[in-house]
């Protein structure tokens, strides 16, 4: 054997030997800022290739091509497509989206305002749809294959299968028309109280518990019973405890990984996906904003309101691929 | 004086249903009138091939059917209660308490996301029986007595940070916290090396010692059980063949089972007198893994035509690496291997089609080297139509030919690997191996899954084979009572590194290398009192240094 195979046996540990999880940790981080610099591209490219034009729209009947042609110079659209890139994403990396074409006001300042409402919207349905889904999904667990368990799917199942704007409607027809007990049209507004924000936003939650719920569920359903065949799950039994704790104490925790990814799946959801529930409820969240804006054209606030809800979503799945690699003691513990 | 026993079990029946594909589903009887008795303090061991019940026996102790089995008739009386009338709740007191079972593999067996510690003490306190701090105390004391390293720190540990060895203690020191009555050990070392297993082994023996534990030790292997129990009970086919005292059923068995047992693996083959012309030659050999993790460190050997090249060692130590490097499937990073006085090319995909045929592998799982939805026919076949272009009757007739040099009949040809026995099995890969007319067949541990009477069956077999065809085998194993058998030159192997090469008489002689001497040492013999004379003369040489 020669020396330097010798030598090359055991080089000084790299800092990724060393620190396996800040590693991979920050390899995350890198991917999802590439990640989101990729889908700015898209966006930016998308909202470019869409058929029509904000001048031709915005004049309608006197649109004549001069005026068209001052428009456009007004807006800076004749200016080469790779300079307004730069020129938008130089604004977004500081915090400022550009002026609104429609109603020249800062995209920032509305946007600011309209998500802080949908993040609380799909906060408070979080904090009531995901502890509840995970305790029904180890409940389900522990009764398996009998009558709670039967039922939990079933109800799931129907929750999953019928659209949430008719879900949506179905809550107002009953509680807010026929019985009275709910507010509709959930419409907040800046001052309001908080306990009076909530009352207003029930509806609106409920439906997007009951759209989110199932999902978890049977997610995590599924998760915990892919580890109770497991050797170690013997053990438990084998030691005399209680089923639910073995659930809870010895299950649960091996399947964390899993859960926590549908859990974000389901959070990003929220966000993003409130779209259609914004504008059955007349909720002035980021989605109804956005719609609005499709509606005139107005591009910049359709390619921020695009943006921001990319990052939400990347920022989330970061969030959980980071947790999930938390969760797993190997890393967390290296040998 | 039935109240003198702790654990009286009478007329035990257990059964199953099983689900043959194609038919209907059928009881079978897994344990069918097994009676014992055991004492307070006192160890039975249970032996007996795989599917003889004893781990349905020994799970019986806490009232557990694995898998669908159900116990259907009998009584296990505890103190003189019988265990089965007592209920979900009445039994889930005793289980973690008075009766703890340590499982075969504690690797799997231990919760990965829970500190190891956490999970020793926690039925203890579960159950009420100590405050969290006395039973961490007495987790100490058991990782002392257990000899587990730094035993203060040791419980901090996850499963993953642990050796197999020391999970396994880990283990037994968990079934002993909570100073249960009984402890039913279901092949605690089957899993580990041997010079491992001599130590848990006696770690264990001692902690019973110590504590004054009744257990149930459940093994295959009849040398292990005799050094640790007071009665012995063999079992076969879920039937009681023998029962009685350790001396009695080692050194004077009524039963030819028994016997046949006792007397598994003496020499079958004698050792070649001319090893001087090589067949294979392997100079130098070095070879990493694609992370730059160098596996084997200048590795020469040889093996001549027609003879048995035994090469020995525990997991982690490369003997498997270096089949693959033989067979291509790991090229070295350095070395050459030559084969019939020709370089072998180092990478399987530029190597001749009639080179991979005159060099062929057999498993160790023979279950998962086969596909499972081909016939025996297609399985054996296969390489009769790949190297030598057969088909249809021609095919046919070969097959048949080479099911009976394997000494199993026509009968089996259109049978699938779910309808054949893990001997069976082997035998096919035996037979698909010679499907190709090889001069080489590299054997990988292909007995280590098999009982010792199926094992020295296929080790008959594999001898026969060569007297016939004048085959070479190199034969990965950890089991030196092979290589006594049928080995005619020995290479030990040691963390990537060849320790030791030589005809076997000059290998397994004296003087010794110190890992060699270990390793020799640390074998199980059909003795009584080896493992205090072991012990003890590993005591001497520790208190001489």
């Known amino acids: 054997m020669s020396n330097s195979a010798e030598a090359g046996g055991t080089p000084a540990r790299s800092l990724r030997e060393r620190f396996p999880l800040l590693a ?20 930016f490219a998308g909202v470019e290739a869409l058929p029509g034009d904000f001048a031709s729209t915005y004049l309608g009947q006197s649109a004549t091509p001069e005026t068209i042609a001052n428009i456009r110079a007004e807006l800076g659209l004749d200016r080469p497509v790779i300079t307004r890139y730069f020129d938008w994403l130089g604004g977004v990396v500081q915090g400022d989206f550009g002026t609104s074409w429609a109603s020249r006001n800062s995209v920032s300042e509305q946007v600011g305002n309209r998500l802080g409402n949908s993040l609380f919207l799909a906060g408070f349905a979080a904090i009531i749809a995901v502890p509840l889904a995970i305790c029904l999904g180890m409940l389900s667990v522990h009764f398996r294959d009998r009558m709670p368990d039967k039922i939990i799917n079933v109800i799931s199942l129907a929750a999953i299968s019928l659209p949430e704007f008719f879900i949506g409607y179905l809550l107002i027809l009953y509680f807010a028309v026929n019985f009275g007990i709910a507010t509709f049209p959930a419409t907040v507004y800046q001052g309001m109280g908080f306990f009076e924000r909530i009352q207003t936003i029930a509806l609106p939650t409920a439906t997007l518990v009951l759209v989110v719920l199932a999902h978890m569920m049977r997610m995590t359903r599924a998760a915990i019973l892919s580890v109770m065949s497991s050797a170690y799950m013997e053990t438990a039994e084998l030691k005399g405890l209680s089923s639910w704790r073995a659930i809870v104490k010895h299950a649960a925790p091996n399947a964390l990984a899993p859960i926590i990814n549908v859990v974000a799946l389901n959070l990003a959801y929220l966000v993003v996906g409130v779209v259609v529930v914004e504008v059955v409820f007349v909720y002035p969240g980021m989605g109804q904003y956005m719609v609005d804006a499709v509606t005139v054209r107005d591009m910049p606030v359709v390619q921020a309101c695009g943006l921001i809800f990319a990052a939400v979503y990347i920022l989330l799945n970061m969030l959980a691929d980071i947790l999930a690699i938390v969760a797993n003691p190997r890393l967390r513990h290296p040998r | 004086m039935p109240d003198t026993n702790l654990l009286s079990v009478h007329d035990l029946k257990i059964e199953a249903t099983s689900y043959p594909p ?114 961490r105390k007495r987790a100490l004391y058991l990782f002392q007595v257990l000899g587990l390293p730094s035993p203060e720190t040791f419980g901090d540990r996850f499963p993953h940070q642990a050796s197999g060895g020391q999970l396994q203690r880990a283990m037994t020191a968990m079934a002993l916290c909570s100073h249960p009555d009984l402890i039913v050990f ?249 499907a190709a007319r090889p001069e080489l067949i590299l054997c990988d541990e292909p007995t280590s899954a098999l009982d010792p009477l199926v094992a020295e069956g296929i080790l008959k077999l594999l001898m026969k084979l060569q007297e016939e065809q004048q085959l070479s085998y190199v034969f990965i194993t950890h089991d030196i009572a092979i290589v006594k058998a049928i080995a005619d030159s020995v290479a030990v192997m040691h963390r990537g590194r060849l320790v030791r090469f030589g005809p076997k008489s000059q290998t397994l002689s004296p003087p010794f290398d110190d890992y060699t001497d270990l390793l020799l040492k640390s074998v199980p013999e059909m003795e009584l009192g080896w493992l205090e004379k072991v012990l003890a003369t590993r005591r001497m040489e520790s208190a001489g240094n």
Do not use: W
């Open chain 2, 186 to 434: 279901d092949e605690p070392t089957t899993a580990l090396d041997v010079t491992t297993q001599i130590d848990v082994l006696a770690a264990i023996k001692h902690a019973i010692e110590e504590t004054d534990t009744a257990a149930l030790y459940i093994t295959h292997d009849l040398a292990v059980v005799a050094q640790i129990s007071d009665d012995i009970m063999v079992l076969r086919h879920g039937r009681t063949v023998e029962y009685g005292p350790v001396q009695q059923i080692i050194e004077a068995p009524t039963q030819d089972y028994t016997r046949a047992l006792v007397n598994v693996r003496q020499a079958i083959r004698r050792e070649a007198p001319d090893q001087s012309k090589a067949l294979l030659d392997i100079e130098n050999i070095s070879a990493e893994y694609s992370n730059g993790f160098k596996v084997l460190h200048g590795v020469s050997l040889h093996l001549c035509k027609g003879q048995t090249l035994a090469i020995v060692g525990e997991s982690g130590s490369g003997k498997s690496t270096l089949a693959r490097v033989i067979t291509g499937l790991l090229p070295p990073s350095d070395g050459r291997i030559t084969f019939e006085g020709k370089p072998l090319t180092p990478a399987l995909k530029n190597r001749p089609r009639d080179d991979l045929r005159r060099i062929q592998l057999i498993y160790q799982m023979a279950d998962t080297a086969m596909n499972p939805r081909q016939t025996v026919r297609d399985i054996i076949g296969r390489p009769l139509t790949f190297y030598d272009g057969l088909r249809g009757a021609a095919k046919t007739a070969r097959v048949k030919e080479l099911l009976e040099q394997i000494e199993m009949g026509n009968g089996f040809i259109d049978r699938y690997p779910a309808e054949l026995s893990g001997g069976q099995k082997q035998r096919v890969a035996i037979a698909r191996a010679l």
């Open chain 2, 22 to 135: 194609g038919e209907p589903p059928k009881r079978i009887t897994i344990v069918d009138g097994v009676s014992f008795d055991l004492q307070k303090g006192k160890v039975l061991g249970l032996i007996g091939e795989s599917g003889a019940g004893k781990s349905t026996i020994g799970l019986s102790a806490l009232a557990y059917g694995r898998g669908g089995a159900e116990i259907t008739g009998g009584e296990v009386k505890l103190d003189g209660t019988d265990i089965l009338k007592l209920g979900k709740g009445g039994i889930r007191k005793l289980r973690g308490a008075r009766i703890c079972y340590v499982a075969q593999s504690a690797a799997a067996a231990f919760n990965p996301a829970h500190k190891l510690g956490d999970q020793v003490i926690e039925a203890t306190v579960r159950h009420g029986l100590m405050s969290r701090q006395e039973a």
């Open chain 1, 24 to 43: 991979l940790i920050f390899e995350r981080f890198l991917l999802s800022l590439l990640l989101l610099f990729a889908v700015s591209v898209l966006i």
